[in-house]
């Protein structure tokens, strides 16, 4: 479970510490910029595949790779 980093542009992440993290979007859609991880989802092995996040102001939820999380064209780690 070790963090890689292999491309510029690209964060590392802890899977580990992924729960309950918040998110900020880059470009915000429909009002809607601050996330919070509220499920992970995961596969019989218990890897993960893909995390749920719920849009704080909405309260809209969104499921997503949660390798999506380390393009820092999209997401920024923690609320801004």
Known sequence: MTPFNDKPGKRRLNRRKLLLS???AAQPQNRERHFLVTELIRDEA???LGVELQAVLTQRSQQLDWRQLQDTEHWLQ???
Request: net charge positive; glycine share 12%.
């Open 22 to 24: 918040k998110w900020t």
């Open 78 to 80: 923690g609320w801004r």
């Open 46 to 48: 218990d890897t993960i």
